[in-house]
């Protein structure tokens, strides 16, 4: 079992940053992959980012490129999501996720632990 608790999410306007930090405990050595994903209201959850747990390789979705930063503190078993230049579109509860198996990184079904959340609301 691998329990995760993101924190860092709130109220920003256009143009700000946010970082979100997500910490693992429990059976973290099984780490695969962990991600982000979000679900703006009346949307289904949609991929954000991903890191590969091995050698940092990392994926984003084309709405982020450039924006948003996945990054690791291996002694802390903590992924962060540091997001710049945010949209209104960005308005979102974003999740962690950590997958202990093979997969496709942007596919939800490939994450077997979730985070509760934590809101991100970016104001124009």
């Known amino acids: 079992q691998v329990q995760l608790v993101e924190s860092g999410g709130g109220l920003v306007q256009a143009g700000g940053s946010l970082r979100l930090s997500c910490a693992a405990s429990g059976r973290t050595s099984s780490t695969y992959r962990m991600a982000w994903f979000r679900q703006a209201p009346g949307k289904e959850r949609e991929f954000v980012t991903a890191?590969?747990?091995?050698?940092?390789?990392?994926a984003y979705a084309d709405s982020v490129k450039g924006r948003f930063t996945i990054a690791r503190d291996n002694a802390k078993n903590t992924v962060y999501l540091q997001m710049n230049s945010l949209k209104p579109e960005d308005t979102a509860v974003y999740y962690c996720?950590?997958?202990?198996?093979?997969?496709?990184?942007?596919?939800?079904?490939?994450?077997?632990?979730w985070g509760q959340g934590t809101q991100v609301t970016v104001s124009s």
């Open positions: 890191m590969a747990w091995s050698n940092g390789l990392t």
């Open positions: 996720a950590c997958a202990t198996s093979l997969g496709l990184a942007y596919r939800g079904s490939h994450y077997g632990y």
